[in-house]
């Protein structure tokens, strides 16, 4: 069964995303994701503030939110895609996508270090080479 991802900002990160999805096998560490689901697929890419698409994503590319409800309901998961210092914007955009039923999904890297007494918070994205230390 392929999960469906719903991805949420179109710059350099859903490409990233992408690559650690394409290869999910050789890249994401599976103890991490819940549901056990080894397959993924991006159903759509939603970007408000594009006016274009800036890279070829797997999936189909929107900016119309009126066409934001339709789309939403073909996904299953998510992840937000929004970098910089927007955290805040980040936490409000997952907040309002858990409401249309979506899970965050957990992406963590085989080439990433995380110690033992690190607590990994839902819709985590790890890259490879991260570290992560003991109560982070």
Known sequence: MVKNVFIW?????PLLISCFLK???KEL???YIKPSNKRFKIDFIFDPYAKKQN???EG???NNPSNFSKNIKKSKSFVVCVG???GKARYFISVFLEK???NPL???SKHSLILNKTKIGKGVVVMPRAYLSNYS
Not at 9 to 13: E, L, N, P
């Open 9 to 13: 900002g179109s710059k350099s990160y």
């Open 55 to 57: 890279h070829e994503f």
């Open 29 to 31: 560490n599976y103890s």
């Open 106 to 108: 957990t992406l963590i």
């Open 84 to 86: 910089d210092n927007y």
């Open 23 to 25: 290869n999910s096998k």
């Open 60 to 62: 189909k590319f929107f």
């Open 100 to 102: 249309f039923n979506l």
